[in-house]
Structure formats: structure tokens, C-alpha cells
């Protein structure tokens, strides 16, 4: 009896010192968890959370210890000095892997923290700046404003042969990055552009400048910016009697604009976003399916990019045999991963050295992929 209670006391020990011995790691995530755009940082957390919750269900091993993924989540509110304290307190806590920051204005000067710390970061930020920085540490896991700004021109010009188009951003990292390319690649391609108005990212009223450019007879307003800012611009564009598109790049490309746009938001609003469409994508339909059912919500713009950052870390852990971050990235920049959306491979900077863009309209207030250009 007595050795009974013994090998059973001595089997539990063995057990707790197994689990004792995993192997944690701190997948970090920072993004807009509050304000406006809100909406879309929870969205990428929850396809990062999706990815930890299905690799410890797994689990994996390296170094013959098991892996325990824990996220910690950070809300930078979308706001450059939040994001380096954001940053701060994930290094702090001993993140050396992150997902996000999603917008530009934050990942440029928080990229600086996490470069100097050893971490590594998989964001969707888009302006090329980030990227020109000579940080090892950076991937960028989707198209860049350069690709998104100059697909949708190409769009506007050779599809919807418009020759007459104005530009307005809103002086964000990325609005002004992404209008800049558009307006770049409109004028190549023979388009006139009429005018560029500027604004900002807490504005809800463009009557004035929108009232300009209506004199300017203008096909199209192509809007650097994020949704909250793009939707009360289509309303005003309608009242206005304005039938001009509105254009944009991916951060409007999303079910927020035609919620908050209402019958504004149709096929006069088009926009651009990095990536295959993911109902084409062979794992895009079961990844879409099991979101839904994990968040009782349909994925949005990047859940399936941040899922596949937190996937891409894991395989690259794996290859690498160890955490060590710095062994980690060099297999990231040597190596390719087969993601959700489709293959990240990167060049020398960080960039996907390939990524399609997908044009998308509304239909019924959803996105609706229109072609791959």
C-alpha cells in the first residue's frame, strides 16, 4: 500500500516537473484596443490569440521541451507615445516576439524600443520608412503604402479609366505615406490631380474641403486615412451631391466602413488591401470558419496576417531549435512560411518580397473583392 501511495506521489512529481519545465513564451501584441479604431486592434489580437490558443493545444517542442505560448496584449491607442510606453512594458515583461503595432505612426518610433531590447516584430504597419530603418528585427506581413497606393491608382486608371482625381489625407505616418504613392502613380499614368486637401485623424466634419474640390469636377477622391475618418466623408460626399468615388487603402477596407457609412458606402467606395483574397486562399474558408465560431464574429482586414505572424514565429522557432530571437529571425529572413494568406518570404529589409493586392467595393455594407492586381 505504502509503495503505491509512493510511485503515485513520485508519478504526480514527475508530472508537475515535466509541466514545471515548459518552455514559456511571450508572444506580445500592440495595437488600438480603445478610441476610434479600436475595432481593428481587437480583431488582429484575437487572430493572434487564435494562433497561441491552437499551438499550446498542439503543443510543439524545441529543445525537447514543450512550448507555452502566452499573449500579452498591449492597447497603444493608436498613438505614438503610447506605443513606445506599450513597447517599454512588453520588453519589460520579457516579449522578445511581437505582433502589431498596426499603425505607422507607432510602429516607426516604437521599432526603435524593440530593436535596441533584441525583439523581433511582424506588423502590418505600411509606410516604407519603417522598413528603411536597417532593423533586422522587422517584418512587415503585408504590402506596403508604395503597393497599396500605387495598385489602387493603376486600378482607377486603367479599369476605371478616370482621368480627373484629388487626394486628401490625414497626416498620419500612414495616410500621408499611402496618399503620396497614389498620387505618385495616378500622375504616371496620365491622371490629373486636381488638388490635395489635408485633415486629421480626429475629424468628422470635411465639408470645407470637399465643398473645394466639388468645383474641381473631380471622378475621385482618393482618402489616406482609417475608416472613422473615410465613412462620414462618403456620407458628406452624397449630401453634398458629390459622385465622385471615394478610393483608399486598407484601413478602410473593412465591415466598419459600411457600418458606419450606411447606404453611403456602395460600390463608389473602392480600396485597396495586401494579400490574396481570402476565399480564395486554400486555408482562407476554414481559417474564416473557425474564427467565427472562436469570436462569434467574422474575421476582418488582418486577423489571418497576425495569426499567421504568431504561426511563423512557431515554425521558425522549431527550425531553429531554440527562442533565441536572434536565431529566430535569421531563419524568418532566410527561409519562407505558408501562411493563411499565402507566403511570406522577405528581402533584405523586412518587406514581402512578394504580396498581391486585392481591390475591393461594399456590397450590403461588407468588402467585396473585386480582382488581384
Avoid: W
Avoid at 520588453?91 to 523581433?120: E, H, M, Q, T
Avoid at 485597396?272 to 462569434?296: H, T
Amino acid at each position: 500500500m505504502k509503495l503505491k501511495h509512493t510511485t503515485a506521489v513520485l508519478a504526480l512529481m514527475t508530472a508537475f516537473g515535466a509541466h514545471a519545465q515548459d518552455t514559456v513564451v511571450k508572444i506580445g501584441h500592440s495595437g488600438p484596443l480603445s478610441g476610434s479604431q479600436s475595432f481593428s486592434g481587437k480583431d488582429n489580437e484575437s487572430g493572434a490569440r487564435l494562433a497561441v490558443e491552437e499551438l499550446n493545444a498542439k503543443p510543439i517542442t524545441v529543445a525537447g521541451k514543450k512550448l507555452k505560448f502566452e499573449l500579452l496584449s498591449e492597447d497603444d491607442q493608436g498613438d505614438p507615445k503610447a506605443g513606445v510606453a506599450a513597447a517599454q512594458k512588453l520588453i519589460d515583461a520579457g516579449v522578445r516576439y511581437v505582433v502589431g503595432p498596426y499603425n505607422s505612426g507607432v510602429a516607426i518610433p516604437a521599432s526603435r524600443a524593440y530593436n535596441d531590447a533584441g525583439a523581433l516584430i511582424a506588423t502590418v504597419a505600411t509606410n516604407p520608412k519603417l522598413t528603411q530603418q536597417g532593423y533586422k528585427g522587422i517584418f512587415r506581413v503585408n504590402a506596403s503604402d508604395t503597393q497599396l497606393g500605387s495598385k489602387m491608382a493603376l486600378y482607377a486608371a486603367n479599369e476605371l479609366k478616370l482621368k480627373n482625381v484629388a487626394v486628401i489625407d490625414d497626416r498620419t505616418a500612414f495616410g500621408q505615406g499611402v496618399a503620396e504613392e497614389f498620387k505618385k502613380q495616378a500622375k504616371a499614368a496620365g491622371m490629373t490631380v486636381a488638388g490635395h486637401e489635408f485633415t486629421n485623424d480626429k475629424a468628422f466634419d470635411f465639408t470645407a474641403i470637399l465643398t473645394k474640390l466639388k468645383t474641381k469636377k473631380v471622378e475621385a477622391i482618393f482618402f489616406g486615412g482609417y475608416a472613422p475618418q473615410a465613412a462620414p466623408m462618403a456620407r458628406q460626399m452624397k449630401q453634398l451631391g458629390i459622385n465622385a468615388k471615394l478610393l483608399g487603402g486598407d484601413t478602410i477596407c473593412t465591415a466598419e466602413m459600411g457600418k458606419l457609412g450606411g447606404d453611403a458606402v456602395g460600390d463608389n467606395v473602392l480600396c485597396s488591401q495586401g494579400g490574396a483574397i481570402l476565399e480564395k486562399a486554400s486555408a482562407g474558408p476554414a481559417f474564416k470558419a473557425k474564427f467565427k465560431a472562436r469570436f462569434k464574429q467574422d474575421a476582418d482586414v488582418y486577423a489571418a496576417a497576425y495569426y499567421d505572424a504568431v504561426m511563423m514565429y512557431a515554425q521558425a522557432m522549431q527550425k531553429a531549435n531554440t527562442i533565441d530571437a536572434q536565431k529566430v529571425q535569421a531563419v524568418i529572413s532566410a527561409g519562407s512560411y505558408q501562411g493563411v494568406t499565402g507566403t511570406y518570404a522577405f528581402d533584405a529589409k523586412g518587406d514581402m518580397k512578394q504580396s498581391p493586392v486585392t481591390i475591393f467595393t461594399f456590397k450590403a455594407g461588407q468588402p467585396s473583392a473585386l480582382t488581384t492586381y
